[in-house]
């Protein structure tokens, strides 16, 4: 795959998303699929912020083959190829599991992963994750990556402002993110429900869309009064086996 100004950068951040054959998960796997041209896309799998647990990926194919994708992955600590570079920018699809984005990001740095990444996306590869593999992809993260407590952490850059996964999923989560935009301890941006995800293509606002009534995501902005939060509206996505990854109308 070679360079392209006029490739479409894509990124599509989910607030919590297992590789399941739950109906909600899915059919956010398929929406994600739909995304990329291919028939049966090639997705990769990165699951450094999990420590590559094996259970993980495991289900991970498991998943991915059931929707007639090809999935892959790559392991940092036990790397089946020299060629990291070469490997990645073939595939039509990165997705990046949850756990520790810290030392997520810290393996990609070592490696150069975090390089890569960015060159696939310049070229139209569809970057995706959930959690820590939504929260990676902005200026800034919310993450727990430290444990007993949740702070601010520095992340990629690919998407402006900030990011907090897991909503409406953990008691925490908002309040927390709110009280640091307010203090000016992290960037204005998106806080995102579990079963909703965030689709960044090109250089317009975000669509949302979401496999479970109610869940959707947020646009939290620092104000005089403190941390100011709009609801975006999201595009609630049809049961799979009704209409594959279709929105419903």
Known sequence: MSASSSALRQIIALGGHSVTTGDEDAALSRYILDQAPAERPRICFLSQGSGEDAFYIANFYRHFLSLNALPSDLSLFRPHTADIDGFLLTQDIIYVGGGNTKSMLALWKEWGVDRTLRQAWEQGTLLSG???????????????????????????????????PHFDGESERRPTYERLIAEGGMAGGFGIDDNAALHFAGSGPPRVVSSR??????RVERTPEGACESTLNASVLLRPEGCGGQLAT
């Open 130 to 164: 959930v959690s820590a593999g939504a929260i990676c992809w902005f200026e800034e993260g919310l993450t727990d990556s430290i444990p007993g407590r949740l702070t601010a952490l520095s992340c990629l850059g690919f998407l402006s402002g900030s990011c907090s």
């Open 213 to 218: 009534a109610n869940a959707t995501a947020y």
